[in-house]
């Protein structure tokens, strides 16, 4: 059963959000697919150094800096912001990574599996109670793994990393009491030194193909403004949505880079991946199921 038709234009401005911020992760396979012959190291740092600068001047528009500036005079809370930043840093590269030695399906398996990799670490980390369905949908899952893992003799471990890291991320943002916004701009601000660093001996070294070429350099600066954009309009949808709701949504990521894979890329989807596909997609159906039956019934969309 899926959610009634929303009843008040919020509602429909939320869906209208939501489908921009999900399609367009969605399509990134397709943005990072033009980088050809830049190292993923190299498109991660710029990533990182154009997303902060691009937020500065986001955050002024908006006149949004107090939460910005009471995190940042806390130290305590900056250590649970600094590990998310390390994880949505190390979620990036191997994802960049992914999509550039062509393996877009493994990244889409790992976007569908997390939502399965979030309960797996709310009962482990948190002590939440799982469901039964949900029970059901994680051993799913893990049982498509070891298919994987025993027919193919390996692990689908780029899958594995995004997924881990994502729902890792996903863990720790939950304790930092920062909006996306605000909190994406202090991650990539605590990463900036290292990154400026990092930037900075690949140019001495004569390694860095920033301003080598006018199209990529202005790609590599794109890059940045593209990590906000779906944000932004991720927030707006959260702001109007119900979390089950937003969790229907959210397979619009996963399903987009699938298609993209297959019909644009052309990487082949042998028939004991497309099992484990299959696996993970009924765990899905199961974990949603379970969240829409346990929703609030008075909620509004």
């Not at 999900?22 to 150094?49: N, Q, S, V």
């Not at 202005?218 to 709701?245: H, K, N, Q």
Request: charged share 10%; glycine share 8%.
């Amino acid at each position: 059963m899926l959610p009634s038709a929303p009843r008040d234009p919020e509602a429909v401005k939320g869906v209208m959000f939501g489908l921009t911020a999900y399609t367009m992760w969605g399509c990134f396979p397709l943005f990072f697919a033009l980088f050809d012959g830049i190292p993923a190291l190299e498109i991660l740092i710029h990533r990182i150094l154009w997303s902060c600068l691009f937020l500065v001047g986001l955050i002024s528009v908006l006149r949004r800096w107090p939460p910005v500036v009471a995190a940042l005079i806390e130290p305590k809370r900056l250590g649970r912001v600094l590990a998310c930043a390390l994880l949505i840093a190390f979620n990036w590269g191997i994802y960049i990574y992914a999509v550039e030695s062509k393996q877009v399906l493994q990244a889409s398996l790992g976007y569908f599996l997390t939502p399965l990799v979030n309960v797996a670490l709310g009962m482990l980390v948190l002590r939440e109670v799982m469901a039964k369905l949900q029970l059901m949908a994680l051993g799913l899952a893990s049982l498509a793994i070891a298919i994987q893992f025993v027919m193919l003799g390996e692990l689908p471990w780029i899958s594995l990393l995004l997924a881990l890291s994502f729902g890792s991320y996903g863990l720790f943002r939950k304790q930092v009491p920062l909006d996306g916004l605000s909190g994406l701009f202090v991650e990539t601000l605590l990463l900036f030194p290292l990154a400026l660093v990092a930037l900075t001996w690949m140019s001495w070294q004569g390694t860095s193909h920033f301003l080598h070429d006018v199209p990529m350099s202005a790609l590599l600066v794109v890059s940045g403004v593209l990590t906000a954009l779906p944000l932004m309009a991720f927030a707006g949808a959260a702001r109007r949505l119900r979390l089950a709701t937003l969790g229907f949504l959210m397979y619009i990521n996963p399903s987009i880079q699938f298609l993209i894979a297959l019909t644009i890329f052309g990487e082949p989807l042998g028939l004991i991946q497309l099992a484990t596909f299959v696996m993970i997609w009924t765990g899905l159906a199961l974990y949603s199921w379970s969240s829409w039956q346990s929703r609030p019934r008075q909620a509004a969309v």
